[in-house]
């Protein structure tokens, strides 16, 4: 358990360096998006590196069921129950995640325009922020003129349009 552990972490920290390295060094070659984009390796290579190592090696044993013999060989499965829990697990976070996602999707009610940009209000987020992978969007809390000067506002909005 404690190798896994800090197997997680020398990768966590090599991917975050290279990709801090890379925001540093790259940020005026590559556009906001992508820069943005390059941030989903992070779970992307944890995931891989957390996959259950039957999943990650093809055994022997797969390549001799297609193998014709005379004499039929049925093969008893064990259950991985660590595999199962994982499993388990990461689909009761995707549908949280997913749940939560649709929820903020159908609270967008109204389109504003500030000056030549386009904003939504939604009544589940406290700050602004930018929404969607396909096309973004700003999203405004439907309190945000009253919790902001009229200068922040501008700021605020611009910040969050050169988010994506």
């Known amino acids: 358990m404690i190798e896994w552990i800090i197997d997680q972490q020398l990768l966590l920290s090599v991917s975050l360096i290279l990709l801090i390295a890379s925001e540093h060094f790259l940020t ?49 499965y064990d259950i991985d129950w660590f595999f199962l829990v994982w499993v388990s697990g990461a689909c009761l976070i995707l549908t949280f995640v997913s749940i939560q996602y649709i929820r903020l999707y159908l609270s967008i009610n109204k389109e504003v325009r500030n000056g030549n940009s386009v904003c939504y209000y939604s009544r589940l987020i406290s700050s602004p922020i930018v929404f969607g992978f396909l096309a973004p969007k700003v999203l405004l809390p439907t309190n945000f003129h009253q919790l902001f000067s009229e200068q922040q506002q501008q700021l605020i909005i611009e910040h969050e349009k050169n988010a994506y």
């Open 28 to 76: 005026k070659k590559i556009s906001a998006k992508l820069a943005y984009a390059l941030w989903l390796l992070v779970p992307l290579i944890l995931v891989g590196n957390s996959i259950p190592q039957q999943w990650a090696t093809l055994p022997a044993e797969v390549i001799s069921r297609y193998v014709v013999n005379i004499n039929p060989v049925s093969k008893h």
